[in-house]
Structures are given as structure tokens and as C-alpha cells.
């Protein structure tokens, strides 16, 4: 249903070209589209390179520990060296060398400098020669001493300091390193204290719990190699990985190696979502773009609609109206106001009664009382009435008006002037009547002399049997029933003559054309009746054969049986040339479905085949006397009558023409 507010929307809508919703660049590729998509790029590149410039300062953090922490840890060993350099050199200080170390106090201290945490596998003492003295702990092997032994008493000696070998090997697959401490009396050089370290225990007990689960340490020696360490070598982060060597200690070092941190989660997880969302956005924003992109196609396609239909309407000569349920007409088109001579605003919302019907005389011209009756034909006429009084004919087409949702929202008419159209009809009918009139005139002009033959008859009776009548009179002999007789003869052919001049009266007085139910037969008898004593004159042998009891039909007697009489004189014409006893004309009616068909068949010549297409054509004649109307006008009133006219070819070689008329139809010749 329309409201009134959608009313006027669709009326600004037919009236102007809307304006376009989407103005959009035009290229489908343009930068328009693109700068979304590059916002969202650069957002993915901040974060990923926020992101990365974290992790990577997160690492280098990592690092730095790990330096600082394995720089502690060497303080740390160092330390330590240090604090069993100095326990040794206070032991052999105490104990002397070459003392006992076997007596109670000394394995007291001794047995808590290896079970502590000194790291020490052994001890032993030298004398000043550099020979083996004692070892502690006493055991059934000899300590295993370094390669490097020798050169580092030496060297201790000479340099008055404790001095470290390289790293070895001891016969269980473990490494030690072994310490020189050169060692003084009151006044003077005593001999060398010994302290191996065993590298295993060294870590085990100095290195913190802390530490190792961060870190994995090991024992390094010059070459790099590994000779200890807190765990086996799994799960390393070898970018975090940091060396320390200790000085004079034989090219032993501490190498630290972080374990590889756990893969952190969130930033991974938030990146993961950020490419998601991202590729979501993405082809929300292509999805968008085509959507766009096929609404703007889809309105620029409806414009151009819009615009051809409106040129189409402006242009068109038929008035177009709409209206919706309610009767509230909607629209009207340029052609509507002009045929009516009111504005589309003046228009715009009529009901009914609208402005332009007229219902009395719609009705009256047997057309459509008003546009309800037109919903429910193809089409109706009407009569319309202009703003200044004149009322004028249209033929209005009226189809029901979908909306976009399927719903019948109104009905959309169009308007046909076509009061042009039919003065033009009722002219060429007026033409038509003139004509036939006229052929009918002709006719009766044929026919003059052998109609004064016949009306000649009945009055020359008259006239006698009068005379006879006035002589009896003046002789004085007569009787009543004589005179009686001889009047009632009088009267017989008064009415005769009467009834030849009715009938020629009846034929030829122009009349409108008139539809009316009448009998065919009847119509058969009178034109022969007409044509009773040409047919007499011209011996010709006229036949009959009526169909008894044939339906009426609807149409104008005069007009049938003038076709009658042409056919039955150009039959006769056809027999002209043939012997008289052969000369015979027969008249059928009969019944054929819902029609009746006349045939009038003669014995004639026959119609050559090169003039039978021109014989319907006007003024076409073989008879130098003949006007060439006569089938024409045939025609035409069978049309006029919704029925045919032919001929056919007999086997005997005369002609036969078919009158099929249709039973009751309704006149036409009224339109
Ligand atoms: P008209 O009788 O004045 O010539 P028509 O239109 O009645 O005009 O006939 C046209 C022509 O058709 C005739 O001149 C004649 O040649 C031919 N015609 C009509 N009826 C017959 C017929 N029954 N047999 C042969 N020819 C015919």
C-alpha cells in the first residue's frame, strides 16, 4: 500500500533524475580502495616491528646477563683458587714441610679442606728438590700428576709464586689441574705444597643451583675443548654463549651457555591474531569494495533506466496515469495533463470522483463507467473531459502496479485519444451508407423499365376492370356480385402495385445502418420478390431452396438483401449468352455450425482465373454498362457483419457465391 509520504517519493522520483548515492572514483582500482589496505599494512608493519624490536632488546638483555653473570662466576672460581692457595700455603706454614701429615691435627685440617668445598682431589708436599714428600689422601695409587709437573715446580720456584698447569687427564676420563705453591721457611725455601683440583668437583660444589638452571658451565681448556660441565649440551642457545680464560691457569677457562629461553607465547599468539583479523579485514574490505562496486554499477544501469523512461514518457503521445489501491492517483505524465488540461499537481492525490471521468456519458457511448470496470478488461473505451468542458473518446489500457516486494500496489492506465480516430470511422461509414445507397440507386435506375413493365401490369388491370365497372353502369346491367367480384379483382392488383412500390421504396430509402434480429429466408423472399419480373423477362429459371426453421441473425435486412440482388443479377448477367432453357439460378440457405451460409450458384460463363483476384477490387467491371461496386459493397457487408464472401468455380462452369453470416452476433455497424 501506498502512504502518502512514498507517494510523493515515487512522484519526485519519476519527475527528476535522482541524484546519484555512491559518487565513487571510476576506476575500480583506484587509490580509493588502496588506502584502507595500506593503513592496514603500515598498522601490521608498526606492530611487527614493535614486536620484533622487544624481543630483540629482550635478547640482548639476556646477553648482557649472561656476561655479567658468567664474569661473576669466574670472580667467583678465581675466589676460590685463591682461598685454597692461601689454605695450602697456611698448612704447610703450620706443619712445615716435610712435617707430618699424617698426624691427627694435620688430617683433621686436611680431611676438611678435601671434604669441603675446596675442590681438591689431593695434596701433596715436595721438598725443595721437587721430590714427593707425602700425599694425602693416602691411597694404594700413586697420584697421578700432570705432564706439565716439572716445568710448573720450576716455575714456581723461580717466579716465587703458586703456578697452575694445563689441564690433564686423569685415569678415571675426568680432568684436573694441578697448583705449585712454592713454599718459605723463617729464612728460607722450604719445598712445594700441591693442590690438585679436580674440575668436576670444582663445579659441583661452586657452582649455584641458580646458575645451573640458567646456564649450562663448563670447563675449557686453551683449545676450546670441554672438560667439564654442569649437564650434557641439550637444548643450548648458542647465540647466548660467553667465554672467560683465567689468567696463568694453563689456559683454563670458563665457557657460560644459556639454556634456550622457553618460545614466549603471547607474542606469538597476538602476531597469529593480528595476521587473522588482519585477513579478515581485508576481505571484509574486498567483499565492501565489490559490493560497492555492483551497487554503483546497479544505480548507474537504474539511472540510465530512469532517464530513457522518463525521455520515453515526456515523449510518448499516450497519456499515462497510476493510482493506488485507494483510487489516489499518483502519477500522470506529461501527455495525461495535456489530454485533460490539468496539471500533475493538481492530480496528484484525486480520488474519485476524478476530475476527467464522465461517468454518464462513458455509460452512454456503451463504454466504462469508471476505471473499476477497466481493471477488469484488456481495454475499454471511455469518455474522458478536458479542464474547459470538451468532453473527448480514449481507449484506456489498465495493468496492475507490482512493487519491489511483489505486493499490488496500484494500477498504472494508459490513455489513448481516439477522437480523431473515430470521427474518421463514423466518416467512412457515413461514405460507406452513401455509397451503398448510391449502388442501390443504380440499381433501381438497371431496373427502371422492367419495374414500369411491372407496375404497368396491375394498373392496366386496374384500368380495365374500372372501364368495365363504368360501362356496366352506364348500360345499367349489372349485379352485386359481379361488381363485387370485379372491385375485389381491383383491390388484388391495387395491392400488388402497392406492394412493388413498398418494395422498391423499402430498398432504395437511405436509411442508417440498423441491426436488428431478422430471418434470413425472409430476406431471400423479398429480394427475389424484387426481382420477380426481370427474372421473368430474362427467362431465367430461379430455384429455391430455404433451410425451414434457420435461427435469426443479427443484422441490417436492407444491407443483405441488396447483396442478395447484386448476386442474383450478376448470376443472371453470367447466363446472359447461354440458351434460355439452361438459364438456372438457385438461392440455398442452410445452417453451417453457428452461421448461416447463402449460396447463389448459376449456370454461367464462370470467372476466368485471371480476373478473379481483381473481382472485390472497386470499379472493376467486364460489363460496359456495369459500375464495378457491386461485389466490393458485397464484401464490406459481410465484414460489417463478422462474416465472409467467396466464390467458387461450379463443375458445370458457373460460379457460386457463399454469404456465411454469423447467428446472432452483435451487430457491428453500430461502432
Ligand atoms: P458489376 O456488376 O457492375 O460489373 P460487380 O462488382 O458486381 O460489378 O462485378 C464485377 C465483375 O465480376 C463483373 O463485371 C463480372 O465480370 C464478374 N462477375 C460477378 N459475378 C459473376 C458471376 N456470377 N459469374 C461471372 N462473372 C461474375
New binding site residues.
Given amino acids: 500500500m501506498l502512504t502518502p509520504a512514498s507517494r510523493v517519493t515515487i512522484r519526485s522520483m519519476v519527475t527528476q533524475t535522482p541524484k546519484p548515492l555512491l559518487v565513487l572514483p571510476a576506476r575500480a582500482g583506484a587509490w580509493f580502495w588502496r588506502l584502507p589496505l595500506l593503513a592496514i599494512i603500515l598498522l601490521i608493519a608498526v606492530i611487527t616491528f614493535f614486536t620484533w624490536f622487544g624481543l630483540k632488546q629482550e635478547r640482548e638483555e639476556r646477553h648482557a646477563a649472561l656476561i655479567s653473570d658468567t664474569l661473576w662466576m669466574e670472580q667467583n672460581m678465581r675466589y676460590q683458587f685463591e682461598t685454597v692457595e692461601n689454605q695450602l700455603a697456611q698448612i704447610a706454614n703450620e706443619f712445615g714441610i716435610g712435617g707430618d701429615l699424617h698426624s691427627d691435627r694435620a688430617q683433621d685440617k686436611v680431611r676438611d679442606m678435601l671434604q669441603g668445598n675446596s675442590g681438591l682431589g689431593a695434596m701433596l708436599w715436595l721438598d725443595s728438590e721437587g721430590t714427593m714428600l707425602s700425599t694425602m689422601p693416602a691411597s694404594a695409587a700413586p697420584v697421578q700428576l700432570s705432564t706439565d709437573h716439572p716445568i710448573c715446580v720450576l716455575r714456581a720456584r723461580t717466579l716465587n709464586r703458586p703456578s697452575y698447569t694445563r689441564p690433564y687427564r686423569l685415569a678415571d676420563g675426568t680432568y684436573a689441574i694441578e697448583v705449585v705453591l712454592p713454599v718459605f721457611g723463617a729464612n728460607d725455601f722450604n719445598g712445594y705444597a700441591v693442590g690438585i683440583f679436580s674440575l668436576p668437583r670444582l663445579i659441583s660444589m661452586h657452582v649455584p643451583w641458580w646458575f645451573a638452571e640458567r646456564y649450562r658451565l663448563s670447563f675449557t681448556d686453551s683449545l676450546g675443548q670441554e672438560l667439564a660441565s654442569t649437564t650434557n649440551a641439550a637444548n643450548l642457545d648458542d647465540a647466548h654463549a660467553f667465554g672467560v680464560t683465567f689468567d696463568r691457569m694453563g689456559g683454563l677457562g670458563i665457557r657460560v651457555n644459556a639454556y634456550r629461553a622457553n618460545t614466549r607465547v603471547m607474542p606469538v599468539v597476538v602476531v597469529l591474531v593480528l595476521i587473522a583479523f588482519t585477513l579478515v579485514i581485508v576481505w571484509c574490505l574486498w567483499m565492501l569494495r565489490n559490493r560497492v562496486l555492483r551497487l554503483q554499477e546497479t544505480e548507474t544501469a537504474l539511472r540510465s533506466e530512469h532517464a530513457f523512461r522518463l525521455a520515453m514518457e515526456n515523449s510518448t503521445l499516450i497519456g499515462l496515469f497510476a493510482r493506488d489501491l485507494q483510487g489516489h492517483i499518483t502519477y500522470a505524465n506529461a501527455a495525461f495533463c495535456r489530454m485533460v488540461g490539468w496539471s500533475e499537481e493538481e492530480l496528484h492525490g484525486q480520488q474519485t470522483p476524478l476530475p476527467f471521468l464522465v461517468p454518464d456519458e462513458s455509460s452512454l457511448a456503451g463504454g466504462a463507467s469508471n476505471l473499476t470496470d477497466v481493471a477488469n478488461a484488456t481495454a475499454v473505451e471511455m469518455r474522458f473531459r478536458h479542464n474547459n468542458g470538451n468532453s473527448f473518446d480514449v481507449l484506456v489500457y489498465e495493468a496492475p502496479l507490482i512493487d519491489a516486494h511483489s505486493h499490488h500496489a496500484g494500477w498504472v492506465c494508459s490513455v489513448l485519444d481516439i477522437t480523431e480516430r473515430k470521427r474518421a470511422e463514423a466518416l467512412a461509414r457515413d461514405q460507406q451508407e452513401q455509397l451503398e445507397a448510391t449502388a442501390r440507386l443504380v440499381t433501381m435506375g438497371e431496373m427502371a423499365s422492367t419495374l414500369a413493365h411491372e407496375l404497368n401490369q396491375p394498373l392496366s388491370a386496374i384500368t380495365s376492370y374500372s372501364a368495365g365497372c363504368l360501362n356496366a353502369l352506364k348500360a345499367g346491367r349489372y349485379d352485386e356480385q359481379q361488381f363485387t367480384d370485379i372491385l375485389g379483382k381491383i383491390n388484388h392488383q391495387g395491392q400488388r402495385a402497392g406492394s412493388i412500390i413498398r418494395r422498391i421504396y423499402n430498398f432504395v430509402r437511405r436509411s442508417e445502418s440498423r441491426s436488428e434480429r431478422m430471418d434470413i429466408n425472409a430476406a431471400i423472399q423479398e429480394a427475389t420478390g424484387l426481382l420477380e419480373t426481370e427474372v421473368a423477362r430474362r427467362k431465367v429459371q430461379l430455384q429455391t431452396v430455404l433451410a425451414p426453421e434457420l435461427p435469426p441473425i443479427m443484422g441490417d435486412r436492407v444491407m443483405i438483401e441488396q447483396v442478395l440482388v447484386?448476386?442474383l443479377?450478376?448470376?443472371m448477367?453470367?447466363m446472359k449468352n447461354i440458351p434460355a432453357e439452361q438459364r438456372v439460378l438457385r438461392i440455398v440457405s442452410e445452417q453451417a455450425g453457428d452461421a448461416i451460409c447463402l449460396s447463389?450458384t448459376?449456370n454461367?460463363?464462370?470467372?476466368p482465373p485471371d480476373?478473379a483476384d481483381r473481382?472485390?477490387d472497386s470499379f472493376?467491371?467486364?460489363?460496359p454498362?456495369?459500375?464495378?461496386?457491386?461485389?466490393?459493397?458485397?464484401r464490406s457487408v459481410a465484414e460489417q457483419h463478422n462474416g465472409r464472401l467467396w466464390?467458387e468455380t461450379e463443375a458445370s462452369g458457373?460460379?457460386s457465391?457463399h454469404l456465411l453470416l454469423p447467428i446472432g452476433e452483435t451487430d457491428k455497424t453500430t461502432d
Fill in positions: 447484386n448476386l443479377r450478376n448470376g448477367d453470367a447463389v448459376d454461367g460463363t464462370g470467372i480476373i473481382l472485390f472493376f467491371t467486364t460489363k454498362d456495369g459500375m464495378g461496386m457491386g461485389l466490393k459493397i458485397c466464390f458457373g460460379t457465391f
